[in-house]
């Protein structure tokens, strides 16, 4: 496969992209200072102070919205910005500042939604605060991914295989922004919205388009290996031709969203089956493909010893906590910590992915070039090492009965395993600040004003 059209950069998108990159960047900061309240809330001994459990359920919806939906959909739309083209005949001029708008009011507003009060709500993909200011925060989050969506499918059609990947996650964004707007119009028909409160409303509202949300994440995953590949002087071998049918059964599959909707309730048991087996189907067969020719380009490029060390560094740890993450998955039997192992697997694997890709724009974006420095290469290494000692933790005290989203004390027999999970947690913690250290560095030492 050719990568070199990987590492152009339009001049028309670079503004975007520093913007866009510190939008990301501030949503992980604010998201660490919130998860350092539920590791310690999950630590034994430290677990049972009392402010530690009042606090646990806020800290963990901002916590999870921020480092997860917030952080997640900015590296989108980062990545988004590649599509830009200096010959596009439609202009849309202020929808990229309104974007970037949108997201940063929303990420401000939803770090002080706890000072608003309310019920925390603990629903799948995205748990929820149940005050205004954090609906606020939210509206404005969705706004600013839809017009900066709005504005690259302007640009025209993809060109090749990578930004076919790109392009693709674009419309499973909006597809899944539809699949919330479905839910929402299904519970208010028929009286639905009146017999569901609580929880049991807000995961029957979030769970279809949060499905489809992990199809983006993973159509950018498999962008961010191929990338990583290239940069570290690597080619994964695979054939342009494969490569789309790869990124189309991921877009195809997000197409079968309205067939359930159709068929079932938004509160129906099938309706959530269908897609728990549409994400189970669908959403692996790409990472599936490519994993196993990424251990080999690492493996060649180590061999070759000419190679590029920190993105070689980044891909074999985001390959690694991936694997780790489906690994888990697999072991899943009933609803306890095995599941956050699971999903945290998965995520790190790709957070690891786009803080590689991060680093790597640095010099092409008019910032310090960070390649060589020290921090560069260990903070993948502490922030992996450290997210799987916490997952390794999970999964384990998971078979003693741990459940999750529940902090305080754990069962004698699980205490070990809780501690190697705080233990992992906090590296991971100290892993994801030198991250935004990194960003934040390579911004005061750039070259050149910007």
């Not at 606020?136 to 302007?154: K, P, R, T």
Request: glycine share 10%.
């Amino acid at each position: 496969m050719k990568t070199s059209h990987l590492l152009d950069i339009p001049e028309n998108s670079i503004r975007s992209l520093r913007l866009w990159l510190l939008v990301a960047v501030l949503s992980l900061a604010v998201a660490g200072v919130f998860s350092i309240a539920i590791v310690l809330a999950r630590t034994p001994h430290i677990a049972s102070a009392e402010f530690l459990s009042k606090i646990f359920h806020t800290s963990l919806v901002v916590h999870v919205d921020l480092s997860v939906l917030v952080w997640f959909l900015s590296f989108a739309v980062l990545f988004w910005q590649l599509l830009r083209r200096e010959d596009c005949a439609l202009r849309l001029p202020y929808f990229s500042g309104s974007g970037v708008g949108c997201m940063v009011a929303g990420t401000f507003l939803m770090a002080l939604s706890p000072l608003n009060g309310g019920e925390t709500l603990m629903s799948n993909y995205i748990p929820v605060l149940t005050n205004p200011l954090f609906f606020i925060s939210l509206g404005l989050v969705f706004a600013g991914i839809i017009v900066s969506a709005v504005e690259i499918i302007a640009q025209g059609l993809p060109r090749n295989p990578i930004e076919f990947g790109i392009w693709s996650s674009i419309w499973i964004v909006l597809f899944s922004f539809f699949g919330f707007a479905l839910s929402a119009k299904g519970l208010s028909a028929h009286g639905l919205g009146a017999g569901l409160v609580g929880r049991e409303y807000y995961d029957s509202l979030f769970w279809g388009g949060g499905h489809l949300l992990q199809f983006a994440h993973t159509q950018l995953l498999v962008v961010a290996w191929l990338w990583l590949a290239a940069l570290m002087g690597s080619q994964v071998n695979i054939a342009d031709s494969l490569l789309k049918i790869l990124f189309a059964i991921g877009l195809v599959v997000v197409l079968l969203l309205p067939v359930p909707y159709w068929l079932y309730a938004v509160d129906d048991w099938a309706f959530r089956n269908f897609f728990t087996q549409m994400m189970r189907m669908g959403n692996g067969i790409a990472p599936l493909v490519v994993a196993p020719l990424v251990v080999v380009a690492l493996y060649k490029a180590r061999k070759s010893r000419d190679y590029v060390k920190m993105p070689w560094i980044y891909l074999s740890m985001s390959w690694l906590l991936f694997a780790f993450g489906g690994v888990f998955g697999a072991l899943i039997t009933v609803e306890n910590v095995q599941v956050p192992a699971h999903y945290h697997g998965s995520i790190v694997g790709i957070s690891l992915a786009f803080m590689g890709i991060a680093c790597s724009l640095l010099p092409k974006l008019g910032l310090a070039d960070v390649s060589n420095w020290r921090l560069a290469r260990l903070q993948p290494v502490i922030y992996g090492f450290g997210q799987i000692m916490h997952i390794s933790g999970l999964a384990i005290s998971g078979g003693y009965g741990v459940l999750r989203k529940t902090p305080g004390e754990v069962p004698a027999s699980a205490k070990i395993a809780m501690g190697v999970m705080g233990m992992g947690g906090l590296l991971a913690i100290i892993g994801g600040l030198i991250f935004v250290l990194l960003m934040w560095k390579a911004w005061v030492k750039r070259p050149q004003n910007i």
